[in-house]
């Protein structure tokens, strides 16, 4: 599986930006996606994850209501729009791609990584 991850950008605290990540090289629903972020200096965290079908979804407390992961299948391509967004928000976002099985929250179920996107959020 490859995966294009875009969408990233400078943008004001309050603000809101949508990530893609477009997937290619398998069948797209047989995969979980998540999405992850790390921040300079930090670990490399999960953000929002979602199943093959779309019916189960994750969250990181630091995101839930104000962060929201969707898939389009048929596009093979998942999104994170982000509202509200944090100057804690900043770091590079990557998608990942799993068809194994465990918690779709787990980093180290997830095989597939994009290449990440830059999100910067000024204060």
């Known amino acids: 599986v490859q995966l294009q991850a875009s969408g990233g950008g400078l943008v004001q605290a309050g603000g809101s930006l949508r990530l893609s990540c477009a997937a290619s090289?398998?069948?797209?629903?047989?995969?979980?996606m998540g999405w992850f972020r790390q921040a300079p200096g930090k670990e490399r965290d999960v953000v929002a994850a979602?199943?093959?079908?779309?019916?189960?979804?994750y969250y990181a407390d630091s995101v839930k209501g104000r962060f929201t992961i969707s898939r389009d299948n048929a596009k093979n391509t998942v999104y994170l729009r982000m509202n509200s967004l944090k100057s804690e928000d900043t770091a590079v976002y990557y998608c990942?791609?799993?068809?194994?099985?465990?918690?779709?929250?787990?980093?180290?179920?997830?095989?597939?990584w994009g290449q990440g996107t830059l999100v910067t959020v000024s204060s």
């Open positions: 090289g398998r069948t797209f629903s047989n995969y979980a």
């Open positions: 979602i199943s093959g079908s779309g019916v189960s979804t």
């Open positions: 990942a791609a799993s068809n194994r099985g465990g918690s779709i929250s787990y980093d180290g179920r997830y095989d597939y």
